[in-house]
Each structure stands twice: as structure tokens, then as C-alpha cells.
């Protein structure tokens, strides 16, 4: 499995351990469906409902280095 597989299968698996909502979108979500492109990252929507987003930012930061 390629690194970027790799990331985006330990990010979705981090969100569904903690009933997160998310999706892989973008470049990724292209490739998976069909149409070939070199990416350097992994693209998610996570469902966090208005108003509520700053209880996924610490979870997120403490395991993933934002760049």
C-alpha cells in the first residue's frame, strides 16, 4: 500500500474510533473512482455540525502534525 493510502486509511480509521463522521474527498476520491493523478496529500470533510468544530481540533492536532 502506498503512503498516501496509508494516511488516509489511519485518518478515517481515527475518526470512526471516535464516531466521527468524515469522508476522503479531493485528488484521493478521484484516483479511487477512476481517473489517475499524482497528490501529495489526503483530503477530508469531517461532519462536525456548526458551532461544535473546536471539540475535533485538539484530538486532531495532539495526533497530526498540521503543516
Given at each position: 500500500m502506498n503512503v498516501l493510502f496509508a494516511a488516509a486509511l489511519d485518518?478515517?480509521?481515527?475518526?470512526r474510533e471516535?464516531?466521527?463522521?468524515?469522508?476522503i474527498i479531493g485528488g484521493l476520491a478521484?484516483?479511487?473512482w477512476g481517473e489517475p493523478r499524482q497528490m501529495l496529500d489526503v483530503d477530508l470533510t469531517l461532519l462536525t455540525g456548526l458551532g461544535s468544530e473546536v471539540l475535533?481540533?485538539?484530538p486532531?492536532?495532539?495526533r497530526y502534525r498540521p503543516e
Open positions: 485518518i478515517e480509521q481515527f475518526c471516535r464516531g466521527w463522521r468524515c469522508l478521484v484516483q479511487r475535533y481540533v485538539d486532531l492536532v495532539s
